[in-house]
């Protein structure tokens, strides 16, 4: 007998047998990091059980985690609206770094002569269209020339990150920063209040939350979110239905790049008060909002639940830096080996592995 193997379409998936594969694939990519830590030298029990101690297992990590966990809801959020409509936007690190060149020009204008009420909403309406402009640049590229987005967005992180560099050693560096490359420092009225004792910017968090909950109601309860569904399921049947990509692209873009400008403005005036370089506004949030989606299966309500998972993975892997002397692209390999098993484990979710056999 000669076998062959094919992968089938499933017909249906349970929710219970989604769970399942989640599972699977998370337990995969713990393994395989462990064998990341065996090669270099560490005990992978240990390793992982200091990654989330350091971020959950005191009052310190915690907050610290909620801190990191704020601009992944905001990126992640925005991305399931592109992701679902099968635009792959790998560019919300640019659209952060944006938002936040955008807010911290309005702080530093506006901030000495406006009162916070007025100047803090004029930097995250800025923010958020700086984010949108830079985020429809690849729609606009994707659909009049046909190129490819995941393409177009990585490139743009590179011009996006360049920029800022440019623009804190050259025309916007600070006179009181003493020649370091630094904007000067918002001033009091445009600097957000954070809640005692941490570094959580409440009102970047009650944006994120918010936003969590309205993408949601957007994506299941309007039109607009029925579009997205069915262009992301069924191109064809979008055509056919008379659904226009580009209206739905574009607006979809204008959602993602928004909410990652918000971020980068939180991050600004609300963490480091001044324009640094580009990696030191971002902790790589652009990048691991891709797994925070991806890990809550585009669920806006879900993302929140991955992005605390995942700000912990950042909090946590600053403790095994120290602790046990590992590189600071750990962190990096962590999320890359996870995103591939979540990636691997959504494939599986829709197809399945068909066992044939015939006579020879």
Not at 8 to 17: D, G, L
Not at 165 to 170: A, N, P, S, V
Not at 329 to 358: E, P
Request: with cysteine.
């Amino acid at each position: 007998m000669k076998h062959r193997v094919r992968l089938m379409p499933r017909e249906t998936v349970t929710p219970a047998f989604s769970l399942f594969v989640l599972v699977c694939s998370l337990a995969a990519g713990l393994l395989m990091v462990s064998l990341v830590f065996l090669i270099k030298g560490a005990n992978p029990l240990f390793a992982i059980a200091k990654i989330f101690g350091g971020s959950f297992g005191s009052a310190y990590g915690i907050k610290e985690t909620i801190t990191k966990a704020i601009p992944l809801i905001l990126i992640g959020t925005g991305l399931t609206v592109a992701f679902k409509g099968k635009f792959w936007n790998i560019g919300a690190e640019s659209q952060l770094l944006f938002g936040a060149m955008a807010g911290t020009w309005i702080g530093l204008r506006l901030g000495p002569s406006l009162p916070a009420a007025a100047v803090l909403p004029l930097m995250f309406l800025a923010g958020f269209l700086a984010g949108a402009v830079w985020g429809i640049i690849p729609a606009l590229l994707k659909v009049r020339f046909s190129i490819n987005e995941v393409i177009s967005t990585l490139l743009l992180n590179y011009i996006g990150a360049e920029l800022m560099r440019f623009l804190i050693t050259g025309p916007w560096k600070g006179k009181t920063q003493f020649g370091f490359p630094y904007t000067d420092d918002l001033p009091a009225s445009a600097v957000l209040s954070v809640l005692p004792g941490s570094r959580i910017h409440i009102v970047t968090l009650v944006l994120a939350l918010a936003a969590a909950l309205i993408i949601f109601f957007l994506l299941f309860s309007t039109k607009f979110g029925y579009e997205v569904r069915v262009i992301g399921e069924n191109p064809e049947a979008a055509r056919y239905a008379g659904i226009g990509f580009m209206r739905t692209a574009l607006l979809g873009m204008v959602i993602s790049g928004g909410l990652a400008g918000l971020a980068g403005v939180g991050e600004a005036a609300g963490i480091h008060h001044h324009l640094g370089y580009p990696d030191s506004v971002s902790s790589g949030y652009g990048f691991t909002a891709i797994i925070v989606a991806w890990l809550a299966k585009l669920n806006p309500l879900g993302v929140i639940v991955s992005s605390v998972f995942f700000a912990g993975i950042l909090v946590g892997g600053d403790a095994i830096q120290i602790s046990l002397g590992l590189p600071a692209a750990t962190v990096q390999v962590f999320n890359g080996i996870l995103l591939f098993f979540l990636i691997m484990g959504d494939y599986f979710i829709k197809n399945r592995l068909v066992f044939s056999g015939r006579r020879a």
